[in-house]
């Protein structure tokens, strides 16, 4: 099963493009961005400016939760994931452009977009995940360890 979920979760990565971001800043205060994103396996990344709130958060505290999930849904068919994961400053040029590659790819516009020296990408790799299935019954979900 375990397998089976994170198969599960990859692909569903893979097939859809906003994830919602939970941080915590360094008064103990959370908050949700929504992120384009792109994945390789079950890590993503994201590129931000290093003026945002969601940059400073994760400089000082790197534990991050994120879902991904469809927006209508009937109830008993609900799918989507739901992680857990240490979010990371991606500093080495290659996997920088082989990343900005992949955003491009998914995210025509972004080959129009100016870069800025403020600029930063992050990639968050996988703790825990869980994998949402409602069609099993009602708040199914398998849960993995990375």
Not at 27 to 51: D, L
Not at 116 to 137: A, H, N, R
């Amino acid at each position: 099963m375990t397998d089976d979920t994170k198969q599960k979760i990859e692909d569903y990565l893979k097939n859809h493009n906003w994830l919602n971001l939970g941080t915590v800043d360094s008064e103990g205060k959370p908050m949700v961005h929504t992120m384009g994103y792109v994945s390789e396996g079950a890590t993503v990344y994201f590129g931000t400016s290093k003026q945002t709130h969601k940059a400073d958060d994760m400089a000082n505290n790197p534990n991050v939760a994120y879902t991904v999930d469809e927006d209508n849904v009937e109830v008993m068919k609900i799918t989507g994931i739901q992680m857990q994961g240490k979010a990371t400053l991606v500093t080495e040029m290659d996997e920088m452009q082989k990343v900005g590659g992949m955003m491009a790819e998914k995210f025509p516009f972004m080959k129009d977009m100016p870069q800025t020296p403020d600029s930063i990408m992050f990639k968050v790799e996988p703790i825990e995940g869980y994998y949402l299935d409602y069609s099993k019954g009602f708040t199914h979900r398998g849960m993995v360890t990375y």
